[in-house]
């Protein structure tokens, strides 16, 4: 269930992603709510790449899914 809510999150973010060219995969979500995703495209090799990861991605999961403690890049 935490999955699929933490996916349904990343769709809603994704637009935003393809728009610069990037994208996010969801790699892995573990039961004490460590998210891991891989920045895929041109926010792979970004150098703003961690400030997407935790401003932008980390931050709208928390909001989204209490559940969610930390995002990690995978």
């Known amino acids: 269930m ?5 996916e349904k999150v990343l769709n809603e973010l994704r637009p935003y ?22 920045l895929t495209g ?3 090799c970004c150098p703003m790449s961690t400030y997407t990861l935790k401003m932008g991605i980390e ?8 559940e969610v403690k930390e995002v990690k890049q995978a």
């Open 42 to 44: 041109s926010c792979g």
């Open 2 to 6: 935490l999955k699929e809510k933490v």
């Open 17 to 38: 992603l393809k728009s610069e060219g990037g994208n996010v995969e969801l790699v892995d979500v573990s039961e004490d709510g460590v998210v891991k995703v891989r």
């Open 59 to 66: 931050q709208k999961l928390k909001e989204a899914v209490p």
